[in-house]
T-cell receptor, first 114, second 115 residues
Framework: DVKVTQSSRYLVKRTGEKVFLECVQD?????MFWYRQDPGLGLRLIYF???????EKGDIPEGYSVSREKKERFSLILESASTNQTSMYLC?????????????FGAGTRLSVL | AQKITQTQPGMFVQEKEAVTLDCTYD???????LFWYKQPSSGEMIFLIY??????QNATEGRYSLNFQKARKSANLVISASQLGDSAMYFC????????????FGQGTRLTINP
C-alpha cells in the first residue's frame, strides 16, 4: 500500500520559533510536494522537489524553506514562525513523467502558531 | 495561468440520491489532466478519479464518474447512490502535462449526506 507519513498530526509553536515538518514516503517517488490548506482557498503549493537536493518554489514560498537530502524524505522549515502560518500542511508524493501520475497525500499536520 | 473554480461551497443531499459536484477550469494548454480528491474529517486527501484531456470517454471508478465537457472546460464529479460515508470535502485539481508536475486545486465543496 502507498504510504506518505507526516511526523506530527498537531503542532503548537510560539511566534519566532523554528519549525520542522517532516514527510516520508515509501513508494520510491521522484516528486514530493508541500501544500498549505486554508478554508476557502483550497490547497496552495509551497515548494516541491523532483529529485534529491533539488527544489522549486511553488505559489507561496515566502517564509518557508525545504530540504531533501534523501529520496524518501522531504522537510518543510519555517525559519521564524508567525501567526499567519497557522494552517493545515499537507505533504504529497508522485512518480514523475506521465500526466496521470497520482499524487498521494499524508494525513496532514495542523500547525498553530501562538 | 491555470485556474480551477468550484462554485458550490456546500451541498446537502439525501442518502441514496445521486449528486453532482461542479468544477470548471481554465488553461491555455491542450494537454492536461483533471483529478478529484476526497478529504474526510480525518484530513487525508484520497484520490478518486482522473480524466486526461485527450481521453475520449468519461472516466468512471465504481460509484464515481467524471462528466467531462472539454468545450465548456468543465469536469463535474458525479457520485451515484450516495452514502453517509461520502460526507467530506471534495477538491477538483488540474495538472498540465508539460513542465512542473504540480497540481492546482479549487476551493473545495463540502458535501453532507443526510440519512
Amino acid at each position: 500500500d502507498v504510504k506518505v507519513t507526516q511526523s506530527s498530526r498537531y503542532l503548537v509553536k510560539r511566534t519566532g520559533e523554528k519549525v520542522f515538518l517532516e514527510c516520508v514516503q515509501d513508494m520510491d517517488h521522484e516528486n514530493m510536494f508541500w501544500y498549505r490548506q486554508d478554508p476557502g482557498l483550497g490547497l496552495r503549493l509551497i515548494y516541491f522537489s523532483y529529485d534529491v537536493k533539488m527544489k522549486e518554489k511553488g505559489d507561496i514560498p515566502e517564509g518557508y524553506s525545504v530540504s531533501r537530502e534523501k529520496k524518501e524524505r522531504f522537510s518543510l522549515i519555517l525559519e521564524s514562525a508567525s501567526t499567519n502560518q497557522t494552517s493545515m500542511y499537507l505533504c504529497a508524493s508522485s512518480f514523475s513523467g506521465a500526466a496521470k501520475n497520482i499524487q498521494y497525500f499524508g494525513a496532514g499536520t495542523r500547525l498553530s502558531v501562538l | 495561468a491555470q485556474k480551477i473554480t468550484q462554485t458550490q461551497p456546500g451541498m446537502f443531499v439525501q442518502e441514496k440520491e445521486a449528486v453532482t459536484l461542479d468544477c470548471t477550469y481554465d488553461t491555455s494548454d491542450q494537454s492536461y489532466g483533471l483529478f478529484w480528491y476526497k478529504q474526510p474529517s480525518s484530513g487525508e486527501m484520497i484520490f478518486l478519479i482522473y480524466q486526461g484531456s485527450y481521453d475520449e470517454q468519461n472516466a468512471t471508478e465504481g460509484r464515481y464518474s467524471l462528466n467531462f465537457q472539454k468545450a465548456r472546460k468543465s469536469a463535474n464529479l458525479v457520485i451515484s447512490a450516495s452514502q453517509l460515508g461520502d460526507s467530506a470535502m471534495y477538491f477538483c485539481a488540474m495538472r498540465e502535462t508539460q513542465g512542473a508536475q504540480k497540481l492546482v486545486f479549487g476551493q473545495g465543496t463540502r458535501l453532507t449526506i443526510n440519512p
